[in-house]
């Protein structure tokens, strides 16, 4: 699988985060997450990204890079922020380290497949693949894509975290 676009996000909360245009909240994602049907995990992502644009597009800057660390390792919280933040005049935008955090939030889904939590290498890590299709244009087109969440356990806050995800376009 060649990756278009290499996506990244993560929780770490230690208390619910609610969205802000719905009366639901998210936790932390537990190894009891990957437990969950298909379609509550997938809205529980999606509230996270819902959030995480919330951080991101705030006008105020009430919300600093700290923040982003509820969700996400310091590193790529660290890649969100400079993204969002950086000067385009002191360098230049390259889309190939572009990051998306709202892929969920705009595609329907069309099949969701979870790896329940086991060891490689040493790190306990689940997987969810998601396929999602955009919303169809004036002549009934969509695209589609391949989405892989990773998740890694993390020591510090006993929370499985997201490391990365890969979205590939497929048609």
């Given at each position: 699988?060649?990756?278009?676009m290499?996506?990244?996000?993560?929780?770490?909360?230690?208390?619910?985060?609610?969205?802000d245009d719905?009366?639901?909240?998210?936790?932390?994602?537990?190894a009891?997450t990957?437990?969950?049907?298909?379609?509550?995990?997938?809205?529980?992502l999606?509230?996270?990204?819902?959030?995480?644009?919330?951080?991101?597009?705030?006008?105020?800057y009430a919300?600093?890079?700290w923040?982003?660390?509820n969700?996400?390792?310091?590193?790529?919280?660290?890649?969100?922020?400079?993204?969002?933040?950086?000067?385009?005049?002191?360098?230049?935008?390259?889309w190939?380290?572009?990051?998306?955090?709202?892929?969920?939030?705009?595609?329907?889904v069309?099949e969701?497949?979870v790896?329940?939590?086991?060891?490689?290498d040493?790190?306990?890590?689940?997987?969810v693949?998601?396929t999602?299709?955009?919303?169809?244009?004036?002549?009934?087109?969509?695209?589609?894509f391949?989405?892989?969440?990773?998740?890694?356990?993390?020591?510090?806050?006993?929370?499985?975290?997201?490391?990365?995800?890969?979205?590939?376009?497929?048609w």
């Amino acid at each position: 699988m060649k990756p278009l676009m290499l996506v990244a996000m993560g929780i770490t909360a230690s208390t619910p985060i609610a969205a802000d245009d719905t009366n639901e909240e998210t936790t932390p994602f537990t190894a009891d997450t990957f437990e969950m049907q298909p379609e509550e995990l997938v809205e529980e992502l999606s509230l996270v990204q819902e959030h995480t644009m919330d951080i991101l597009m705030t006008d105020d800057y009430a919300f600093p890079r700290w923040e982003l660390e509820n969700f996400y390792t310091p590193e790529l919280s660290a890649t969100l922020h400079h993204q969002w933040n950086e000067d385009a005049y002191i360098q230049p935008f390259r889309w190939e380290d572009y990051t998306i955090v709202d892929q969920l939030v705009h595609n329907d889904v069309e099949e969701v497949t979870v790896t329940t939590p086991h060891w490689v290498d040493g790190e306990q890590v689940a997987t969810v693949d998601i396929t999602t299709s955009s919303i169809e244009d004036g002549a009934g087109n969509r695209a589609y894509f391949d989405e892989t969440y990773e998740f890694i356990y993390d020591q510090t806050t006993g929370n499985f975290l997201i490391t990365g995800i890969v979205i590939e376009q497929t048609w």
